[in-house]
């Protein structure tokens, strides 16, 4: 095995995980996941069958992959975060997995403390989302987003610095 699984994990049968990946307390990696090389799952995260973590990713604690979430690679996912793979879910009339709907976070992304990605939407290359917010529409490339529902605040770099700000869609000086 040429990564790490801390001894309260479960990684079951059919889980493809990538070199050098650590993954730890309490985590469950179901049937049918991929998740590629260098990447670290924190404590207590769940990656389903049918999602998708590219390499160099970082999941902090408590995050939730569903089926139907591709994060691409470099993807940073803060503590709690939110993913959702079904507009109307119902328990006693589910709809199965053909009516999931697909979110994609693109390379280098972050997305911040207990934000909610609502499902059907992609997050852009080194787009930000900031802690609490909640996304509801297509994130474009280098955004930093915030509120809810989040809403287009100010761009940022590669590196995650702030280049831009806005105020009710106009830039501030």
């Not at 049918?50 to 604690?61: E, M, S």
């Not at 408590?62 to 507009?87: A, R």
């Not at 930093?144 to 809403?151: E, F, H, K, M």
Request: hydrophobic letters at 40%; proline letters at 3%.
């Amino acid at each position: 095995m040429d990564y790490f699984v801390h001894e309260s994990s479960y990684v079951d049968e059919g889980a493809v995980i990538g070199t050098g990946t650590k993954i730890w307390h309490f985590c469950h990696i179901q049937s049918g996941a991929k998740i590629g090389n260098d990447c670290s799952l924190g404590q207590n995260v769940n990656v389903a069958g049918g999602a998708v973590i590219g390499n160099r990713c970082k999941l902090q604690n408590n995050v939730s992959v569903y089926e139907g979430v591709v994060l691409e690679d470099g993807v940073f996912c803060g503590p709690s975060c939110v993913f959702t793979n079904d507009l109307t879910p119902r328990a006693e009339y589910p709809k199965g997995r053909e009516n999931y709907k697909k979110t994609t976070v693109k390379k280098g992304a972050s997305i911040g403390a207990n934000a909610t990605v609502v499902c059907g939407h992609t997050i852009g290359a080194y787009a930000m989302v900031a802690a609490g917010a909640v996304v509801t529409f297509d994130v474009p490339d280098h955004a930093l987003v915030a509120g809810i529902p989040a809403r287009v605040v100010g761009r940022v770099d590669e590196k995650g610095n702030i280049v831009e700000w806005f105020r009710n869609d106009k830039k501030v000086e």
